[in-house]
């Protein structure tokens, strides 16, 4: 089973990497907002902490709706080839139409964007479609979609609120892909949970980990809200679990 942890920072990269997972996604202001697209920067350096399946990289401007408008889309397609310049090994991507089913003209602009910067900087990149996927009325229609677009895989907790809450779905939508797509299940997974998971037929899992600590704030640092860290004894926990 892969292990895939959602991490904020260098910091959260090394503990992944420490603890045997396999890759991560790379997001900002994960509690806040569901995660937003990470710098430059930041990308690079964690492409350099040396993860055995890489960085794959959260595309996606705001919070709230996935349904996105021309100058969005725009933003997403230049953050996907900075990403993938930047040494990520994928891009985590989607959008969604007005009536909940999948943008396809925009999917498709994102693989193919995906797939002409990998060309230009002589890497295969792998190319997720996000949890708008769990707001699709149709989720074996969108499947196929993603199937036939060339998606790598899918992030789902198979459209309930958490993985486990999901599992009937999951288990459907693995047999329904028959190895044509990775169905990764994200979504409230936990290391107690993964047994169960395993046992829909899930060979992939995304969690973030993550623990809230102090921290003292500074002139316009919003007081002392505390910070969120990858935790290293969830990933630890996962990791066994999984493997």
Same mark, same amino acid.
């Given at each position: 089973?892969?292990?895939?942890?959602?991490?904020?920072?260098?910091?959260?990269?090394?503990?992944?990497?420490?603890?045997?997972?396999?890759?991560?996604?790379?997001?900002?202001?994960?509690?806040?907002?569901?995660?937003?697209?990470?710098?430059?920067?930041?990308?690079?350096?964690? *492409?350099?902490?040396?993860?055995?399946?890489?960085?794959?990289?959260?595309?996606?401007?705001?919070?709230?709706?996935?349904?996105?408008?021309?100058?969005?889309?725009?933003?997403?397609?230049?953050?996907?080839?900075?990403?993938?310049?930047?040494?990520?090994?994928?891009?985590?991507?989607?959008?969604?139409?007005?009536?909940?089913?999948?943008?396809?003209?925009?999917?498709?602009?994102?693989?193919?964007?995906?797939?002409?910067?990998?060309?230009?900087?002589?890497?295969?990149?792998?190319?997720?479609?996000?949890?708008?996927?769990?707001?699709?009325?149709?989720?074996?229609?969108?499947?196929?979609?993603?199937?036939?677009?060339?998606?790598?895989?899918?992030?789902?907790?198979?459209?309930?609120?958490?993985?486990?809450? /999901?599992?009937?779905?999951?288990?459907?939508?693995?047999?329904? *892909?028959? /190895?044509?797509?990775?169905?990764? *299940?994200?979504?409230?997974?936990?290391?107690?949970?993964?047994?169960?998971?395993?046992?829909?037929?899930?060979?992939?899992?995304?969690?973030?980990?993550?623990?809230?600590?102090?921290?003292?704030?500074?002139?316009?640092?919003?007081?002392?809200?505390?910070?969120?860290?990858?935790?290293?004894?969830?990933?630890? *926990?996962?990791?066994?679990?999984?493997?």
């Amino acid at each position: 089973m892969t292990v895939e942890i959602a991490v904020q920072d260098i910091d959260g990269a090394r503990v992944a990497l420490d603890e045997g997972a396999d890759r991560i996604e790379l997001c900002v202001a994960l509690g806040a907002t569901g995660g937003l697209t990470p710098s430059f920067a930041l990308i690079q350096a964690c *492409a350099h902490v040396g993860l055995p399946h890489g960085v794959q990289v959260l595309v996606r401007p705001r919070a709230g709706s996935f349904v996105f408008d021309e100058s969005e889309k725009v933003v997403q397609l230049g953050d996907v080839r900075s990403a993938i310049l930047a040494g990520a090994s994928g891009v985590v991507v989607g959008g969604l139409r007005e009536d909940g089913t999948i943008d396809v003209p925009f999917a498709t602009d994102l693989i193919e964007c995906a797939r002409d910067e990998g060309r230009r900087c002589n890497r295969n990149v792998q190319v997720t479609f996000h949890r708008a996927f769990d707001m699709v009325p149709d989720q074996f229609a969108a499947l196929d979609t993603l199937i036939e677009l060339g998606y790598t895989r899918v992030l789902t907790s198979g459209g309930a609120p958490t993985v486990p809450q /999901g599992l009937d779905r999951l288990r459907d939508l693995v047999r329904h *892909a028959s /190895g044509r797509i990775e169905i990764q *299940a994200g979504g409230g997974v936990t290391p107690e949970s993964i047994g169960a998971i395993r046992a829909a037929g899930v060979n992939a899992i995304h969690l973030s980990a993550k623990t809230l600590v102090p921290a003292s704030g500074g002139p316009g640092g919003g007081g002392a809200a505390p910070l969120e860290r990858t935790d290293r004894q969830i990933v630890r *926990a996962a990791v066994q679990a999984a493997r």
